[in-house]
């Protein structure tokens, strides 16, 4: 009997076994879902993830910068009857000191965002890469842009040496410095440039590079005048004819543990008309040269290191470091935010007298220390200076109305603290004191010429980087 019992529990256990096995092997109605992963990657220095269906590695990357900047803003002066605020020059009529200024706000606010993209993938004559950067602005115009639309920042194509689009430019070496503004130094990292450019490394870590850059000649002088009841402006720049060749920027790199180096010059071409005196046109070559090394400080800390720079232009204001390309200085001359030198800024002017052109004479020169007193704390103090001089044609063209020469010197620092990876606090603080020269046959009416002025401003801002 237990024989027989067993022989049976045996073959319906089998049966079972069998007819489940059989029912795994039927379709179902639905079946389990696939997983997906995402892909990552690493293509040289760009690490994200496969874009599905193709072997392009991509990285997202970007920021909000959030702040609020603070100034003192100085007295306007002008000429009687001429409404645009300057103390650029003067004629025969009197200064007024006018009331404008308390009308300017001290305090600005000022958002920024900014989306980067960077699609890469091997080859074999090394990785291709596209990057692009759109940029939004939103402030009450005080400090900063108040434009709200997405902008192309940079977008460039780079492979076996090549680069082409809106890049920075290659003769720049410290930038805009690490204070906010800009100190005097060449810059075109705020906004980029269009140019085709070709770079190749050589052994001992040295990099050379050619680039054909877009031409932007500098043309913002417009001379003031008031005489009696009569008021206007001469345009003592001129306006710029058709560009016929680009700014060719030839540069050398090192890059060693110790630091690096950087020598660049570029030719700029000037093509110019004047109009009011009938004068000649002007086809010349303007040129500009800087240097600039950097040293690493491990005795003073990690990540410490000391910079200097030094650029000099004639006939290419723009690459002298006395104004900043990012910020559209040359309207504005030694007053990037507002209290400083109102002075004439431009790769030429006209000589009245002698019916010719002037080239401009304009260089700088800076320093910036990135001291880290902890992983989570840098202090970074920077100091510039920067001088432009028309010589005798300023005095030739326009007697009483145009200053010469101004000079201004630049003092700031950051101080960095950095609680969270990706995310920084920081203060800002500058101060700059410029000056300008008297015109000659300065007849003051009213006092002397207003020959130096000068200003603080600060900044507190909060970066979330990703």
Not at 80 to 94: A, I, K, M, N, Y
Not at 193 to 206: D, E, H, K, P, V
Not at 397 to 402: A, C
Not at 412 to 428: E, I, M, Y
Request: with cysteine.
């Amino acid at each position: 009997m237990t024989f027989t019992r067993s022989v049976w529990l045996g073959s319906a256990a089998t049966l079972v076994v069998v007819a489940g096995a059989q029912a795994a092997d039927l379709p179902t109605r639905k079946g389990a879902p696939s997983v997906e992963y995402v892909k990552v990657c690493k293509v040289g220095a760009i690490a994200g993830f496969v874009i599905p269906g193709s072997n392009t590695c991509l990285r997202i990357s970007g920021y909000v910068n959030a702040q609020i900047a603070m100034g003192d803003v100085k007295d306007e002066r002008r000429l009687e009857g001429v409404h645009t605020p300057s103390q650029l020059f003067f004629s025969d009529s009197r200064e007024v000191t006018t009331s404008a200024a308390k009308q300017v706000s001290d305090i600005g606010y000022y958002t920024r965002g900014q989306v980067n993209f960077d699609a890469v993938n091997m080859t074999v004559m090394g990785p291709l890469l596209a990057h692009i950067e759109l940029q939004a602005n939103a402030g009450d115009n005080r400090f900063d842009s108040t434009s709200g639309g997405a902008a192309l920042n940079a977008g460039y194509v780079q492979w076996a040496g090549i680069t082409a689009g809106k890049h920075a430019s290659f003769y720049d070496y410290l930038g805009g410095g690490d204070t906010w503004k800009d100190f005097f130094s060449p810059d075109h990292s705020g906004a980029p440039i269009n140019l085709l450019a070709f770079s190749a490394t050589f052994s001992g870590g040295f990099a050379a590079t050619v680039s054909l850059e877009q031409n932007e000649p500098v043309t913002s002088v417009n001379i003031p005048y008031a005489f009696g009841t009569h008021t206007g402006s001469v345009a003592a720049s001129g306006s710029p004819l058709g560009a016929r060749a680009p700014d060719v920027v030839g540069s050398l790199d090192l890059a060693q543990r110790w630091g690096s180096a950087h020598l660049a010059g570029v030719a700029h071409n000037l093509r110019l008309q004047m109009t009011t005196y009938a004068g000649p046109d002007l086809d010349a070559w303007g040129y500009g040269a800087i240097g600039g090394v950097t040293f690493n400080l491990p005795m003073l800390s990690p990540g410490s290191k000391i910079a200097v720079q030094g650029a000099y232009a004639h006939g290419a204001i723009g690459y002298s470091g006395a104004i900043s390309p990012a910020w559209g200085e040359q309207d504005q001359g030694f007053n990037p935010n507002g209290n400083g030198t109102l002075f004439p800024m431009a790769d030429a002017i006209y000589d009245s007298h002698d019916h010719a052109w002037s080239l401009s004479n304009a260089w700088s020169a800076a320093a910036q220390l990135t001291w880290k007193l902890s992983p989570n704390f840098e202090i970074d103090p920077e100091v510039a200076y920067a001088s432009v001089d028309y010589g005798d044609a300023a005095a030739n063209s326009w007697g009483t109305y145009l200053s010469q020469k101004a000079y201004a010197w630049w003092f700031g620092a950051v101080f960095d603290w950095s609680p969270v990876r990706n995310l920084d606090f920081a203060l800002d603080a500058i101060y700059e004191s410029s000056h300008q020269s008297t015109p000659y046959e300065w007849i003051p009416h009213n006092g002397p010429f207003h020959n130096d002025t000068d200003g603080f401003n600060g900044r507190i801002h909060v970066v979330r980087s990703f």
